[in-house]
C-alpha cells in the first residue's frame, strides 16, 4: 500500500510569509506526527494528533507554528511569518497506535529567504 | 538538554565486520526504545525496537540491546553490508501519557566498505 506522502517536496518562500505545508499518512493510522529536521541534527518533535486531536503540542516552538488534523486523516502545518531560522526538512510520520513504530514520509524541506 | 544522545557521529567499518552503534539517555521515565534508519532525501524508516521489560531483541542481522542501569543501548548489525550504509537515529520514548512523543538522537553515519 501507500507509504506517507507529504507535499509539497520542496518549498522556499521569504521571509514574513505564510506557508502550509500537507500530510497524508498510512490509511488506517490513527497517530500522526510532525517533526522538524535541522542539519546534522535528529528529527525534532513538534506536535502529535491522536484521530483528530492534536495529543501533544509541546514541541511547537512558538504561536507561529500551528497544526490540524480535521477528519482524522490528512494533516497540515502551518507556520505564520516565516523565519529565517524555520529553515529545515519538516517530517511527517503516522503509525497505527502511540507505541507503534512510525512510518516516516519523504519530507518537505522549507528554505525561507 | 540533550535527553537522547548519540556521541559517535561517524562509524566505518569492513563489510562483513560487526558494526556497533551506540546511544545513551538521560530521562529515566523512558521505557520505549527504537533505532530508525535514513538515507538521503528519504525520511527515516524503522529498523528494530525494545521495551525496557527486556534487555536484549534480536531481529535477523540486527540486535538491540539495552542496559537500564547504565540509562543505554547499542545495535549491532552483523555482517555488517554495504546495504547498511546510512544514518543510524536512536529514539526513545516515555510511559503511555507521553506515549507519541519520541525523542531523537543526532544520528550515527554508518559506512561499511566493500
Known amino acids: 500500500g501507500a507509504g506517507v506522502s507529504q507535499t509539497p517536496s520542496n518549498k522556499v518562500t521569504e521571509k514574513g510569509k505564510y506557508v502550509e505545508l500537507r500530510c497524508d499518512p498510512i490509511s488506517g493510522h490513527t497517530a500522526l506526527y510532525w517533526y522538524r529536521q535541522s542539519l546534522g541534527q535528529g528529527p525534532e518533535f513538534l506536535i502529535y494528533?491522536?484521530?483528530?486531536?492534536?495529543?501533544?503540542d509541546s514541541g511547537l516552538p512558538n504561536d507561529r507554528f500551528f497544526a490540524v488534523r480535521p477528519e482524522g486523516s490528512v494533516s497540515t502545518l502551518k507556520i505564520q511569518r516565516t523565519e529565517r531560522g524555520d529553515s529545515a526538512v519538516y517530517l511527517c510520520a503516522s503509525s497505527l497506535t502511540p507505541r507503534n513504530e512510525q512510518f516516516f514520509g519523504p519530507g518537505t524541506r522549507l528554505t525561507v529567504l | 538538554d540533550q535527553q537522547v544522545k548519540q556521541n559517535s557521529p561517524s562509524l566505518s567499518v569492513q563489510e562483513g565486520r560487526i558494526s556497533i552503534l551506540n546511544c545513551d539517555y538521560t530521562?529515566?521515565?523512558?521505557?520505549?526504545f527504537l533505532w530508525y534508519k535514513k538515507y538521503p532525501a528519504e525520511g527515516p524508516t524503522f529498523l528494530i525496537s525494545i521495551s525496557s521489560i527486556k534487555d536484549k531483541n534480536e531481529d535477523g542481522r540486527f540486535t538491540v540491546f539495552l542496559n537500564k542501569s547504565a540509562k543505554h543501548l547499542s545495535l549491532h548489525i552483523v555482517p555488517s553490508q554495504p546495504g547498511d550504509s546510512a544514518v543510524y537515529f536512536c529514539a526513545a520514548s516515555g510511559d503511555n501519557t507521553n506515549a507519541g512523543k519520541s525523542t531523537f538522537g543526532d544520528g550515527t553515519t554508518l559506512t561499511v566498505k566493500p
Open positions: 530521562n529515566s521515565m523512558f521505557d520505549y
Open positions: 494528533f491522536q484521530g483528530t486531536g492534536a495529543a501533544d
